[in-house]
């Protein structure tokens, strides 16, 4: 009986030992995330707007460096992110999934016009990234620099008062006015002056 109790001590001495040198083998060596997922989630544009079919940037960075989902199903990124993610994992780029949307030529901004909104709150809602501000019964109105072009905002609106407009690229992006249609035109002539 003896011998049996100093078996059964000898496990629970063991089993402690060895726990201890697993617990501390875990806290030591512990990996905080994959980095390829990191990677990939800066490279993606951030707009959390599921038009990849995933709910945001991140869970679709994991499911890229899985290799369970191909690269090119991010219309806010385009072409560069896509060419980014293929030089970043090595691989062939592919050209933009038209399912999943179509690439912008410029950075769109939501805008509101405030004197159609009725206040009900569901583009607040819709926002992935709260770029929205406003309450119930009063008009919103759309933080620029915060917004992200994502669209999710248009479609819950009942009474279609978003607009998505270009961003304004700063003076890069100028053009000076067309001058208006009138009998008085102003025609430049092949050595610039007025005719």
Known sequence: MTLVFVAIAALVMLSLIFGAILGFA??????DGNPVVDQIDQLLPQTQCGQCSYPGC???????????????????????????IADLLGVEPEPLDAEHGEEKESKMVAVIREDECIGCTKCIQACPVDA????AKQMHTVIE??????DLCLDPCPVDCIDMLPV????????????ADSSNNIIATDRGQAA
């Not at 620099?145 to 994502?150: A, M, N, V």
């Not at 304004?168 to 001058?179: M, Y």
């Open 26 to 31: 875990n806290v030591r060596f512990k990996v």
């Open 58 to 84: 991140r869970p679709y960075a994991e499911a890229i460096a899985e290799g369970g989902e191909s690269i090119n199903k991010c219309p806010p990124g385009g072409e560069s992110t896509i060419q980014a």
């Open 132 to 135: 929205i501000l406003g309450a």
């Open 145 to 150: 620099d915060e917004c992200t072009g994502c």
């Open 168 to 179: 304004d690229q700063g003076i890069q992006a100028w053009r000076p006015p067309l001058p």
